[in-house]
């Protein structure tokens, strides 16, 4: 992310407090309630509430009223707290395509969490903070000649593989490669679908191994992704007792040195628990601790998700009847949402500000359904992005309690993976957009 950096040291007052706030805190959606903890909500809305009020709609400049994030730096390290809580054995290398913001990136690299690169630009992004190389990961299957030549130069040695061309590719260019072999999984559950890109089937794993062998190079460890979103976890037990089949494998090559099992990404904090219980279960039985094999993974949405919160402006409205509208806000799929078409997500759009109130502690100011936990909520809406293009759809139908209008605006919680990461100035929006500092490390 490339925008304006605001620092803000913010001590909430009652005044920004709501005062039924706990009695909210307990209607959260499902998606929210899952958290092992409670948000910070009063220095998130306090640095929501201070920004849209410095706003003044009739003479502020062009852009003045963008949307913005609010980003909790302190939120990354409840993030590393309940990551080891959850997996003490399982070293972190931070993925960085899914939210390259440098604070984040930063407090991530102070913490102890290595990186996960899958091109020249995050290797060099990553290096320039000064962590060391071997603490990076290249764990892009298919590399550019030219890049592989560049994480040569620049030491970084461990790199993922999955067939023979790019085998071949690293003996000319990079032979000291640290290699993991990446196997395939069953993703079949998972929202973004990885398998059908990358990974070894099992069945070919024979003939990967024996051209390690016979171009001399060193074979360290094995690799997987079981995709993002999944909702079978089994797929993780299948994953890593596969792996532990390829370690095997491999001693009946002479390859002898694997030492390092890296079980991929795709973790969210929603499910982290139970995923997690899975996965431990599963290294207990194949690789137990005391096995001489050292575990890796590659989180991005854990700890980008939570730390970010979207604020929006609703810059027109379209009245279709007396309950249902049509809502263009500044923001959309070719900007800071585009995680709707790049990750399948379904951002939640809460009530922010309406007619001179601000409405951050009703967690339920909108429903995906038109009656929700005994309320009957009186406005239709969809909700679009400011482009002139049709696919800028943030949702085709929501329900509101409020009857928004220009001005208002809208907040959309847990907005920090895939975000910005892949967002474009398409149709003349500048999307690189003020991002709020706040530091709750104490919460």
């Given at each position: 992310m490339s925008r304006t950096d605001i620092e803000?040291?913010?001590?909430?007052?009652?005044?920004?407090?709501?005062?039924?706030?706990?009695?909210?805190?307990?209607?959260?959606?499902?998606?929210?309630?899952?958290?092992?903890?409670?948000?910070?909500?009063?220095?998130?809305?306090a640095a929501l509430k201070n920004r849209i009020e410095d706003i003044n709609h009739d003479?502020?400049?062009?852009?003045?009223?963008?949307?913005?994030?609010?980003?909790?730096?302190?939120?990354?390290?409840?993030?590393?707290?309940?990551?080891?809580?959850?997996?003490?054995?399982?070293?972190?290398?931070?993925?960085?395509?899914?939210?390259?913001?440098?604070?984040?990136?930063?407090?991530?690299?102070?913490?102890?969490?290595?990186?996960?690169?899958?091109?020249?630009?995050?290797?060099?992004?990553?290096?320039?903070?000064?962590?060391?190389?071997?603490?990076?990961?290249?764990?892009?299957?298919?590399?550019?000649?030219?890049?592989?030549?560049?994480?040569?130069?620049?030491?970084?040695?461990?790199?993922?593989?999955?067939?023979?061309?790019?085998?071949?590719?690293?003996?000319?260019?990079?032979?000291?490669?640290?290699?993991?072999?990446?196997?395939?999984?069953?993703?079949?559950?998972?929202?973004?679908?990885?398998?059908?890109?990358?990974?070894?089937?099992?069945?070919?794993?024979?003939?990967?191994?024996?051209?390690?062998?016979?171009?001399?190079?060193?074979?360290?460890?094995?690799?997987?992704?079981?995709?993002?979103?999944?909702?079978?976890?089994?797929?993780?037990?299948?994953?890593?007792?596969?792996?532990?089949?390829?370690?095997?494998?491999?001693?009946?090559?002479?390859?002898?040195?694997?030492?390092?099992?890296?079980?991929?990404?795709?973790f969210q904090l929603e499910s982290f628990h139970d995923s997690s219980a899975v996965l431990r279960s599963a290294l207990d039985e194949f690789f137990p601790q005391g096995c001489g094999i050292d575990i890796i993974a590659e989180p991005g949405r854990y700890f980008a998700a939570t730390t970010f919160t979207l604020a929006a402006n609703v810059i027109a409205k379209r009245k279709l009847s007396s309950n249902e509208s049509m809502l263009y806000i500044n923001d959309g799929v070719y900007g800071n949402m585009n995680c709707i078409l790049f990750d399948h997500q379904e951002p939640t759009p809460r009530t922010l500000y309406h007619n001179g109130e601000f409405y951050y502690y009703d967690f339920n100011s909108t429903s995906p359904r038109s009656f929700q936990k005994g309320f009957q909520y009186p406005q239709k809406v969809s909700i679009w992005g400011p482009t002139c293009d049709g696919l800028d759809c943030i949702t085709k139908e929501y329900y509101i309690k409020h009857d928004l209008v220009p001005g208002d605006w809208i907040f959309f919680p847990s907005l920090g993976a895939y975000a910005a990461s892949a967002a474009t100035p398409f149709n003349g929006f500048e999307q690189n957009v003020d991002v709020l500092y706040i530091d709750t490390g104490s919460k």
């Amino acid at each position: 992310m490339s925008r304006t950096d605001i620092e803000l040291n913010l001590t909430p007052v009652d005044a920004l407090k709501a005062p039924d706030t706990h009695a909210h805190s307990a209607k959260l959606s499902n998606k929210v309630a899952d958290l092992p903890y409670e948000q910070p909500h009063d220095e998130i809305f306090a640095a929501l509430k201070n920004r849209i009020e410095d706003i003044n709609h009739d003479v502020c400049e062009p852009g003045d009223e963008n949307s913005f994030f609010v980003c909790d730096i302190g939120e990354v390290g409840r993030l590393h707290k309940n990551w080891f809580r959850e997996l003490p054995r399982v070293q972190p290398y931070y993925a960085v395509k899914c939210n390259p913001d440098a604070k984040v990136l930063r407090k991530l690299a102070d913490l102890g969490v290595n990186f996960d690169c899958a091109s020249k630009s995050e290797i060099e992004k990553v290096l320039a903070m000064g962590v060391n190389p071997e603490r990076i990961i290249y764990a892009n299957p298919c590399k550019a000649s030219s890049f592989i030549r560049y994480a040569a130069g620049a030491k970084v040695l461990k790199s993922t593989f999955d067939n023979v061309e790019e085998l071949h590719k690293i003996k000319k260019y990079h032979p000291d490669s640290q290699l993991l072999l990446r196997i395939a999984t069953d993703d079949s559950t998972a929202q973004c679908r990885l398998s059908t890109k990358y990974g070894c089937e099992m069945e070919k794993v024979d003939t990967l191994l024996q051209c390690v062998k016979d171009l001399g190079l060193n074979l360290v460890g094995v690799s997987f992704h079981v995709g993002s979103g999944a909702s079978d976890f089994t797929s993780l037990y299948t994953a890593v007792k596969d792996s532990r089949t390829v370690f095997d494998r491999a001693q009946d090559f002479g390859l002898s040195n694997l030492k390092l099992l890296d079980v991929g990404g795709g973790f969210q904090l929603e499910s982290f628990h139970d995923s997690s219980a899975v996965l431990r279960s599963a290294l207990d039985e194949f690789f137990p601790q005391g096995c001489g094999i050292d575990i890796i993974a590659e989180p991005g949405r854990y700890f980008a998700a939570t730390t970010f919160t979207l604020a929006a402006n609703v810059i027109a409205k379209r009245k279709l009847s007396s309950n249902e509208s049509m809502l263009y806000i500044n923001d959309g799929v070719y900007g800071n949402m585009n995680c709707i078409l790049f990750d399948h997500q379904e951002p939640t759009p809460r009530t922010l500000y309406h007619n001179g109130e601000f409405y951050y502690y009703d967690f339920n100011s909108t429903s995906p359904r038109s009656f929700q936990k005994g309320f009957q909520y009186p406005q239709k809406v969809s909700i679009w992005g400011p482009t002139c293009d049709g696919l800028d759809c943030i949702t085709k139908e929501y329900y509101i309690k409020h009857d928004l209008v220009p001005g208002d605006w809208i907040f959309f919680p847990s907005l920090g993976a895939y975000a910005a990461s892949a967002a474009t100035p398409f149709n003349g929006f500048e999307q690189n957009v003020d991002v709020l500092y706040i530091d709750t490390g104490s919460k």
